[in-house]
């Protein structure tokens, strides 16, 4: 093994483990056939949204380099922008699993938003998971859409 192979692993590993085991299991665990009732709900509204708020506008955002913050704020009120965030935080306390669903969903209409919302998502996690009382109360309300 070299030594760039040996740091690749560690870094893998240390993101495993950030990202919590759990999470991870189940996500292998499930696939498309057996989703859950509540998972299958979460992919349907999330391919609804998307098809009527993101797909047909996506072409002619990207065209005005435009981002559509009325369409942020109504992926916020589904919960989308606080996916990963505890829900005693204001968040939807969702696994890996369903944010995929959803990110997923979003990427089809259009990749740049599901992006976005995607690492909106993972920063705000970060801040809920590993930050201190002063720190989430100082940014994770203005996070949450």
């Known amino acids: 093994m070299t030594e760039e192979s040996s740091s690749l692993e560690a870094t893998v590993a240390q993101f495993v483990v950030g990202f919590g085991s759990a999470d991870i299991d189940n996500a292998a665990r499930a696939s498309a ?7 299958l709900a979460i992919q ?9 708020r993101i797909t047909p506008f996506a072409a ?5 380099s435009h ?3 009325d369409v942020w704020k109504a992926a916020g009120e589904l919960g989308f922008g606080a996916i990963y965030i505890s829900e005693e935080n204001g968040g939807i306390g969702l696994g890996r699993l369903e944010a995929a669903l959803i ?16 690492i909106h ?9 590993f930050g201190s009382a002063e720190l989430k109360a100082k940014y994770l309300p203005d996070l949450i859409p």
Not at 121 to 127: C, D, E, F, V, Y
């Open 33 to 39: 056939k057996s989703l859950i009732k509540d998972q």
């Open 44 to 52: 349907d509204m999330a391919r609804k949204f998307t098809a009527d």
């Open 60 to 64: 002619e955002w990207d065209e005005k």
């Open 67 to 69: 981002y559509p913050v």
């Open 103 to 118: 990110m997923e969903a979003m990427a089809y209409g259009c990749p740049s938003t599901s992006a976005f919302i995607s």
């Open 121 to 129: 998502n993972m920063a705000s996690w970060m801040i809920d998971r």
